[in-house]
C-alpha cells in the first residue's frame, strides 16, 4: 500500500513568508507526528496528534508553528515568519496507534526540505 | 531529560565484516527502542523495535539487543554489504509520550 507522503518535497521562501508543509499519513493510523532535522543535528520532535485527543504541541519551537490535523487524516504544517533559522527537513510519520507495541512503529515520508533565503 | 547518545558517530568497513552499532540513553524509563536507516536525500525506514519487556529483535542479517536497565541498545550486522551503507539512527519512546527521541545516527560506509 501507499506510504507516509508529505508535498512539497523541496520549498524554498524568503524570510517573513508564511509556509505550510503537508503530510498525507498511512490509510488507518491514527498517530501523526512531525520532526525536523536540522543540519548537523538529530531529529527533534515537534508536535503529534493522536486520534481525537488534544495534540501534544510540547515541541514547537516557537508560537510561529502550529498544525493541525483534518479528518483525522491529512495534516499541515504552518511556520509564520519564516527564519531562516527553519531551514531543514520536515519529517512527518505515522502509526497504527500508540500502545508501545509493535504497533507503535512509525513509518516516515520522505520529507520536505525547507530553505529560508 | 532523556538523551540518546550513539558511538561511533561514523564507520567505514570492508565488505563482508559483522559489525556492531551502540545507543546509549540516560533514562531507563521507555516504552520502546527503535532503529531505522536514513539514505542520503530521504526519510527513514524502521528496522527493528524492540518493545521495553524484550531483549531482542532479529530481522534478516540484523539483530538489535536491548539492556534497559544500563540504558543500552546495540545493533548487530551480519555479513555487511555496500547496500547497507546509509545513516543508522536509534530511537527511543519515553514512558510517558507517543513521541520518539532520536540519537544523531552512525554513519556507515561498506566498502566493496
Known amino acids: 500500500g501507499a506510504g507516509v507522503s508529505q508535498s512539497p518535497s523541496n520549498k524554498v521562501t524568503e524570510k517573513g513568508k508564511d509556509v505550510e508543509l503537508r503530510c498525507d499519513p498511512i490509510?488507518?493510523?491514527?498517530?501523526l507526528y512531525w520532526y525536523r532535522q536540522s543540519l548537523g543535528q538529530g531529529l527533534e520532535f515537534l508536535i503529534y496528534?493522536?486520534?481525537?485527543?488534544?495534540?501534544?504541541k510540547s515541541g514547537l519551537p516557537s508560537d510561529r508553528f502550529s498544525a493541525e490535523r483534518t479528518g483525522g487524516s491529512v495534516s499541515t504544517l504552518t511556520i509564520q515568519r519564516t527564519q531562516q533559522e527553519d531551514s531543514a527537513v520536515y519529517l512527518c510519520?505515522?502509526?497504527?496507534?500508540?500502545?508501545?507495541?509493535?504497533?507503535?512503529?512509525?513509518?516516515f515520508g520522505p520529507g520536505t526540505r525547507l530553505t529560508v533565503l | 531529560k532523556q538523551e540518546v547518545t550513539q558511538i561511533p558517530a561514523a564507520l567505514s568497513v570492508p565488505e563482508g565484516e559483522n559489525l556492531v552499532l551502540n545507543c546509549s540513553f540516560t533514562?531507563?524509563?521507555?516504552?520502546?527502542l527503535q532503529w531505522f536507516r536514513q539514505d542520503p536525500g530521504k526519510g527513514l525506514t524502521s528496522l527493528l523495535l524492540?518493545?521495553?519487556?524484550?531483549r531482542e529483535q532479529t530481522s534478516g542479517r540484523l539483530n538489535a539487543s536491548l539492556d534497559k536497565s544500563s540504558g543500552r541498545s546495540t545493533l548487530y550486522i551480519a555479513a555487511s554489504q555496500p547496500g547497507d551503507s546509509a545513516t543508522y539512527l536509534c530511537?527511543?519512546?519515553?514512558?510517558?509520550?507517543?513521541?520518539?527521541?532520536f540519537g544523531k545516527g552512525t554513519k556507515l560506509s561498506v566498502k566493496p
Open positions: 510519520a505515522s502509526s497504527f496507534f500508540i500502545s508501545g507495541g509493535v504497533t507503535d512503529t512509525q513509518y
Open positions: 490509510s488507518g493510523h491514527t498517530a
Open positions: 496528534f493522536q486520534g481525537n485527543s488534544a495534540p501534544d
Open positions: 533514562d531507563s524509563a521507555i516504552y520502546n
Open positions: 524492540i518493545q521495553s519487556s524484550q
Open positions: 530511537a527511543v519512546r519515553p514512558g510517558s509520550q507517543g513521541n520518539l527521541i
